[in-house]
């Protein structure tokens, strides 16, 4: 462990009136009131009531129904793919009230109430069409992730430098290649023209 | 009506072919409506999984599937590698094998009841270190590959009193004697899987006795044949659907065994089926390339130009022990005299299939890197080595074609301004740069295909053709194709792909299909719109020589100023349809494809010496591929071979355990491919002289994805004045390069 | 995945109150990301799921009244990135950004990472922690195992990318259990190497949540981190380094050393720290600081490189924490614009 020194001891933060007496300050905030109505504890199956690219949906799942089985098989939205099941291959991205998220680890009765935007919520806007015009896609299985990670990125990229293209969008993988041809669909976006 | 003359319109006619078209079909796969098989939901259809055995070596004595048959969901349980009650033993020879099948309400419940599935297994010894010859051959493993010598005819033959062998052996030590430069080196290229990110898999319903059939396949023309086969009734009763697939490169061309299981389970159970396969069941089963590794000794003149070659080479496709095909050894250059010899290695592994251009990445990355080799010996620039060494290649015409690509592609990486001899270059930090050099080949010949055409009485224009979109953008080019013939917009032309149930067409595999469609679309539309001349030239009274099709008008050449529109030539074909159905058979000489293609490569990397890292800064691809259809998606799929040969040469590997020989990198967080931000700069060069354009179409998926490992390797060793043996450059192995190197 | 129960507490008394049930196994959900993987391998199988994600409590980021940042355990990666709070905090900054992948930054969550399970091949087969006591590791493939801390069964690596930056910033976490029972452990105390099998890798028992990470405030203290990377984005490092460093007029006052990826915990290599202290921050410090890391380790078959790796991370992340530069490629300048450098479509 490292020495304790003027300006940054541990210890004496942990002993004397640090965490202890913080915690109450941040932790205080806790909701007293709510164990008046208990935690209703899930079993079998159950409704969930979602909306999904605008429309309001309710489904039947068990628990351990993921979200991407839901999309897949009960709303006919297959757009986002089952590829890896660790998440990491991305291909499975929607949005979660504008977060992006793979809903391949997401389980469908943890987005209840919540808002879903799909690749096929996307389909008129202006990603899909740079991705055809610069030819982002070949066979074209992960292109709904990398179109909805798109769509996140520009989110909070707006006028995205291409090193931060480079660095931001690595959470998807395409096994054809198109990696070249989605940073150009990028970067023609973030230029405000989508032509290849 | 004149025999057809087929040919492709004047370049400077041509209004479709050669510009950059979107793919017609991109709105529905970047929109996230293209229907895959795996998204090809039938009513009342159950989920199937496969248990994969988890050893690389067992016999499988007993399956025990009482517990899961009781999960809730389960369905039916479908006994694929497995014994049944009374039987004997079945051995496995690769992790993954699929022993036992459950069919279930949905996914959840299917991998639920395949947790439950109990196997007693008895453990054999596995082996699966296949880059270890000598180990091989103490275990027994190993199998003859196939060789040969083939000596300078200068050199004279051995005399009638003479051992064969020892005179060439003589022979040989003599050249070698005599060069004045000798590189000794071994080389290597691990095992890669293919890894659709679309798993191999079906859904399958029987429908009045038939099998309709959604696969994931690049072979929707035969692979009713599979099925039929397998399950024992005729390819008539088979359809089979594949209106997109989600990753093609030569494994998908048969139902495999899960897809006759998928049928034969919804036959049993008597609803729709849908079986696909796991993400490490997909790794691991579903398709690998084979290893190879070399020892090579080369000899050289005062030039550098390699005139003797003695190499083994070994490695593994699997339990079947075959490795690199020798007869691309080595690859591309041919000294006057060269001997070469392979091993197969029998490992516990799932058999290899064809994987893009299969045999030439590796043929490739174990020849030219030996070259390389020769380069850095003689501190020669490496452009200048394999310039010289074109003198002796295998296919001595290109030799110009391969010039012209070299210097092209030297311009677009600066390589005169760059290049610096192997291990000279200026550091930075830790960080050396290098440049690298790969060639290559490929035939690229067109598949057999055909193309019936409806040219209904409304000017409507459809074709119907057996074959399938890998990314290719088939269906593009074959509109591309319609269009230019009969002078119409691509909106105005309907192509109908992925269906067995339309005219054969030929599987998609080594480069063929786009040569292939567009045979039989251009044949089809030639046909058609010389029996539409026919009719118009009888209805204006002019001869149907002089009428083209162009701008949506049939128009007369003669300044008559006599023309109809399309539609109005249409309607004098009458209520049936004009119906025309045209074929092109593989191998029949053509004026509209061809065949043999040469490319190079060249990368430029950065290489950090204290940890191993390789970084893409550019990399430059020259190309050429006869005439090119769609610029736009013709560069695409250079783009994506070259990012191939990136994740190839720095980052895929199968990893088998050394005890066990479990695939164990078989997730995709373990098995490594590069992602957006590993691919540097990417620059593609359509080399497209009159002399190549002018010999027809030919494919273009493989040969950009041949000779970019190798550049990579090179411009590593270019960096580092060290080889980095084996492929991929990891750092672990950069790292024992160097220290290797220190001693 | 077996079927499990599921409940979604708004408050940490009831989130606690589930997981008691001593009959039941229960885990926390908060992201998902590494938990649902692991259910869908059977490497987990919970008879109750706790989702965390919907107690407000924890979804704040908050600074008390010593300066202190209280990251809920319900708070993304993407949320405490976006938070002025990390522009203090060089290190998890570094590190969050290169994870690299939107999707785990918004639905990962900083405390969630902190926990990840180990992404030993072996154990993520289902052969447990240990692996037969470490022997299937050391016979087998251990190119991304554990060079130090590894001489009994342990030998896979401590996965989390962001103890090491969070415990060089003398991170603590909060642990609650029922009864308003808290208490509260300096960030490396939470893990630990299990020598037998049930043990895990970290000292939280059951009923137990971690509910907020909380790190000092750092004023002017320097810190860096330093991971070396097969490749971009989220798959997992080769090793790393973090440092956090008090340094006046040039010379080192304190510092704290901890690498990840090389040990069944995040390691503190305590000597190297020690060592730098009363030293100026340049090269041949740095160098030494990162010779001094790795005594002591002892390499398995196939993962010696290793060892050169840490050394390397540890001396780049110290270079950095000070400002200097390190001489890895991403110092590189990008490749100069010559003329052929137009759109990448010629």
Redesign the interface.
Known sequence: MSQPTKGFSRRAFLRGSGVAAAASSVTSTQSASAAIVPVPIIAGETQVSLTVNGQKKTVTV?P???LL?TL??QL???????????G??G?STVLVDGKPVMASTTLTVAVSGKSIS???G???GD???A???N??????????GF?VAVKAFLNQHPDATEEQ???G??G????????????QAVIALVKGNQN? | MAEVDYRWPENHKMRWIGK?V??L????????????T??V?LPNQLIVRGLGC?HAHCNVLAVDISEAEKVPGVVYIHRLNAPGPNDDPVEIRADGTLLVAVAAE???AA??GV?KVKVQYKLLDAFTADHDLQSAEANGRTKPAGGGIELDEALGEPGDDEDEEEWENKVMQHLFDTSAHVVEGEYGIDSITH????PHGATVHWVDGKLKVYLSTQNVSQADDGFAGALEITADDVDVTCD??????GSKFQPNYWGIAAAEISKVTGRPVKF?L??DQELKIAGNRPSGYIKVKLGADANGVVRVWDSLHWGTSGFNGSTVAVGNIPYVFRPKSFRRKATGIVTDNEPSVAWRAPNHPQACAITQTAYDDLAAKMGVDSLDIFLRNLENIDTPEKAPVYAEQLRIAA????WR?HWHPHGKGKK????VEGLGIGIHKWAGTANSSNCLLKIHADGGVESYCGTQD???GTRTVCAMVLAETFGLTLDEVKVNIGSSTYPFSGASGGSTTVGAVTESHRRAAQDALAKVLDLVAKKLDVSADILDAVGGKIVARDYSGKEMTWKQACSLIGIQPLEVNSSYARGTASPLSSENVAGCQMA?V?V?T????V?I??MVAVQDMGLIINR??A???I??????SI?AA??EQR??????G?F??S????Y??????????????LHEPESERARGVIGLGEPPAISGCTAISNAVCNALGVRVPTIPL???RV??ALRTAKG | ???FEYAQPRTEQEAVALLADQSKHSVVLAGGTDLISLM?R?VITPDRVVNIAEISGLQRIQRDEHGSIWVGAAVSLQSFLESSYTTELAAAQQIIQGI?SLQLQAQGTVVGELLRRP?C??F???HGLLAQQGR?VV???N?YHAILGNRRSAKFVNPSRLAPALIAAGAFVRIIKPGNDERFLELESLYQTPDQDGQTENVLTQGELVTHVMIPAQRDRLSAAYE??????P??P?VSAAVGIQAERGIVREATVVLGQVAPIPWMAVEAARNLVGQPLNEQTATTAGIEAVAGALPLS?NE?KI??TQ?AVKRAVLRAAGL?????E??PP?EQ?H??GP???
């Open positions: 068990e351990r129904t993921t089985d897949r098989y006919n939205l297959t757009g986002a793919k089952p590829v890896s099941s660790d990491s291959s291909a799909t690749c096929e996307l389909k008129d990603i899909p069409k991705f055809v015009s030819d982002a896609q070949q066979c074209g299985f992960c292109t709904p179109v293209i480079r660095a969008l690595n998807n993988i395409c096994r054809c290649g198109t990696y070249a041809n989605v940073l290849g | 950059r979107d793919r079909d991109g709105l529905e796969k970047s929109g996230g409506t293209a229907k895959y795996y998204d939901n988890p949905n996914e959840a991998a639920e947790s890894c659709c990110l679309e997109y697939i989600g990753g093609g490169f696909m796991t993400r311009d677009l990486i600066n301004k930075s930090g830790a960080v890998l990314g290719t430029h950065a950090d204290e940890t191993g890292q970084k800064k550019r736009k998606t560069e695409s799929q783009y994506g071979a070259m990012i191939m994740a720095l980052f990893i088998n355990d050394p005890k066990t479990v164990v990198n997730e995709l967080a373990d490594r491919l590069p992602r957006l931000g590993d691919i540097g700069n990417l620059v593609v060069h990891t750092p672990k790292l024992d | 995945m077996k079927n869908k059977s690299a992404m091949w072996y993520r087969s289902g299937m016979e087998g493939d190119r070396i990377r097969h490749g971009e984005g798959d997992q080769l196939g490189y050169q790796l390397v530069e390190c001489g890895g490629l110092c590189q490749l010559d052929h450098s990448l479509m010629v």
